[in-house]
C-alpha cells in the first residue's frame, strides 16, 4: 500500500506516483498510463509539455478508477508564465485530460512572468478548480522568494532529487515554509550505473530488493515524493513495491557518501539552458 504525505493545505498525495515524461503521446502513453493504474499508482504526473496530457486523460477515463482515488498532476508551461495565459493553459491542460479539477498544478520553471501566472493559479485554487499548488525547479533563493511575496504557500517543489544529487539543504529550505520535495529523475535517468551501482544492489541484497528500488525507498523514507517513469509493466511492479522494507540508519548513511553534490543532467543557472527553454513553443 503507497504511503501518503499531508499536505500544507491538508490533502493528502500519494509518495509514489508515474511520470509520463518522454512517453510518447498516443496509444504508448495511453498503455503505459493504463499498465500503472492497474499496478497500484495513483498518482500520475504529466506537464502541458510533455504534449501527452490527452493519452493520458484517455488512460484515466478508461481504468474505471474513481476520479476522487487518483492524484492528477500537471505543468504550466514557461511560454504561458503570465497571468492571462495561465488561466487559459489550465484550461486547455483540463480539456486535453478530460477532467473538472486537478489534483495538483505545477509552474514547470521559474521562467517568465511565472509571478503573474502564480497569482493566476491562487485563484484557480481558491476557486476549487485545483486542490493544491506548486513549483518546479524552484532552487532555494527563488523558492524563498516566492513563499515570501506568495498568498498560498506552495505545496510542493518538483526538483532533480537521487542518490547523486541529494539536495540536502533545498530540502531544508522547503521544509522551513511547509513545502514538500518532490523528485523528478530519482533514477538519475540512469547515470552512474545506477541499476546496478555496487552499494545500491549490496544494501538492496540485505532485503531482497534492487538498486533502484533501494534509491526509491531512500528517497520516500526522507519524505520526497517519487515519480519513477517505465513503460514496462514488470518494471512498474517493482518500483511500487517498496512499501515492505525500511532501509536502516547504517543504510541512509551509506547512501549519503554517493552524493557529488551537483547535477549532471541540467544546470538551471545556465544562461543557455534558459535562453533554450525559453524559445520552447508548445503551441502557436
Known amino acids: 500500500m503507497i504511503e501518503t504525505i499531508r499536505l500544507n493545505n491538508g490533502i493528502e498525495m500519494p509518495l509514489e506516483g508515474f511520470g509520463v515524461f518522454q512517453v510518447p503521446d498516443g496509444d504508448v502513453c495511453r498503455k503505459a498510463v493504463s499498465d500503472a493504474i492497474s499496478t497500484g499508482y495513483r498518482l500520475i504526473d504529466t506537464a502541458a509539455a510533455y504534449m501527452n496530457e490527452e493519452a493520458v486523460g484517455r488512460a484515466i477515463r478508461e481504468s474505471g478508477v474513481n476520479r476522487a482515488d487518483l492524484f492528477i498532476t500537471t505543468k504550466l508551461w514557461t511560454q504561458d508564465a503570465s497571468y492571462e495565459s495561465a488561466k487559459k493553459a489550465f484550461n486547455t491542460s483540463l480539456e486535453k485530460l478530460g477532467l473538472d479539477y ?30 493544491a499548488i506548486g513549483v518546479c ?91 519513477p517513469k517505465s513503460t514496462h509493466k514488470e518494471r512498474m511492479e517493482q518500483n511500487i513495491d517498496i512499501w515492505d522494507f525500511a532501509l536502516s540508519d547504517d543504510d541512509m548513511a551509506e547512501i549519503a557518501k554517493l552524493n557529488i553534490g551537483h547535477s549532471e543532467i541540467v544546470d538551471h543557472s545556465d544562461p543557455a539552458f534558459i535562453k533554450m527553454i525559453s524559445g520552447m513553443k508548445i503551441h502557436d
Not at 106 to 128: F, N, T, W
Not at 174 to 199: D, K, L, Q
Open 137 to 227: 525547479n524552484f532552487y532555494p533563493e527563488r523558492l524563498t522568494d516566492l513563499v515570501l511575496h506568495a498568498e498560498v504557500i506552495p505545496a510542493v517543489n518538483q526538483v532533480e532529487l537521487h542518490p547523486f544529487f541529494q539536495q540536502e539543504k533545498a530540502i531544508a529550505n522547503m521544509r522551513e515554509y511547509g513545502v514538500v520535495p518532490e523528485a523528478w529523475g530519482p533514477f538519475a535517468e540512469g547515470n552512474h550505473g545506477i541499476f546496478t551501482h555496487p552499494v545500491l544492489s549490496a544494501i538492496g541484497k540485505k532485503y531482497g530488493k534492487s538498486a533502484a528500488q533501494v534509491a526509491l525507498r531512500w528517497n520516500v523514507q526522507r519524505g520526497v515524493v517519487v515519480i
Open 102 to 131: 486537478l489534483d495538483l498544478y505545477l509552474i514547470h520553471q521559474p521562467v517568465g512572468d511565472y509571478y503573474g501566472a502564480y497569482r493566476a493559479m491562487e485563484e484557480l485554487y481558491k476557486e476549487s478548480r485545483v486542490r
